[in-house]
Nanobody, 120 residues
Framework: QVQLVESGGGLVQPGGSLRLSCAAS????????MGWYRQAPGKQRELVAV???????NYADSAKGRFTVSRDNAKNTVYLQMNSLKPEDTAVYYC??????????????WGQGTQVTVSS
């Protein structure tokens, strides 16, 4: 069974930084797209950043210039470095990945979510 496990959330002051990590585990042979979404209270889940296996990256406008997404294919891990955090970045951040396995073919997986709170 494929799992995505996130870490790195927490409470940070405005202007601060956090680094989120998400590691994929289980039986699979390829991780295609990996990325991060977030959901604030009362709002829909939205894209933050996504990175393809070959390195092509797409950022939400709100993330451009402040957040950096990267991945380590050898470790099956995606990262999100968040700098210059603002209160409006407060949300539950979810890892997402398109993973290919012999059992399920190409499927979309989600992590359990990690809370990021930006407050003084």
């Amino acid at each position: 069974q494929v799992q995505l496990v996130e870490s790195g959330g927490g409470l940070v002051q405005p202007g601060g930084s956090l680094r989120l990590s998400c590691a994929a585990s289980g039986r699979f042979f390829s991780i295609n797209r990996m990325g991060w979404y977030r959901q604030a209270p009362g709002k829909q889940r939205e894209l933050v950043a996504v990175i393809a296996r070959g390195g092509r990256i797409n950022y939400a406008d709100s993330a451009k210039g402040r957040f950096t997404v990267s991945r380590d294919n050898a470790k099956n891990t995606v990262y999100l470095q968040m700098n210059s955090l603002k209160p409006e970045d407060t949300a539950v951040y979810y890892c997402n990945a398109d993973i290919s396995s012999y059992a399920s073919g190409s499927s979309d997986y989600w992590g359990q979510g990690t809370q990021v709170t930006v407050s003084s």
